[in-house]
Nanobody, 121 residues
């Protein structure tokens, strides 16, 4: 099986920074992409940032210039550096990985349990 474990959430004042981590473990052959989503109360889950196996990145417009996604392929870990945080960034942040497992010839996606980020004004 595969597990994704997120960490790094918390409470921060507006203008502050947080760094989220997402570590994937288990019977992983290769990871195609890793992404961060977020879901605020009463809102739909939205894609925040994604990074491919080749290192290409993409961001939702609202976080461009403030958030940076990166990954350590050797550790099967993705990071989300969040700077200049705003109260509207408050949400539960989820990590998703699209990957190939050993001995299974199709991609699968896995989600982490989520980590709360709260930005106070």
């Amino acid at each position: 099986q595969v597990q994704l474990v997120e960490s790094g959430g918390g409470l921060v004042q507006a203008g502050g920074s947080l760094r989220l981590s997402c570590a994937a473990s288990g019977s992983i052959f290769s990871i195609t992409s890793m992404a961060w989503y977020r879901q605020a109360p009463g809102k739909e889950r939205e894609l925040v940032a994604v990074i491919s196996s080749g290192g290409s990145t993409s961001y939702v417009d609202s976080v461009k210039g403030r958030f940076t996604i990166s990954r350590d392929s050797a550790k099967n870990t993705a990071y989300l550096q969040m700077n200049s945080l705003k109260p509207e960034d408050t949400a539960v942040y989820y990590c998703k990985a699209v990957l190939m497992r050993w001995a299974i010839s199709r991609e699968s996606q896995y989600w982490g349990q989520g980590t709360q980020v709260t930005v106070s004004s």
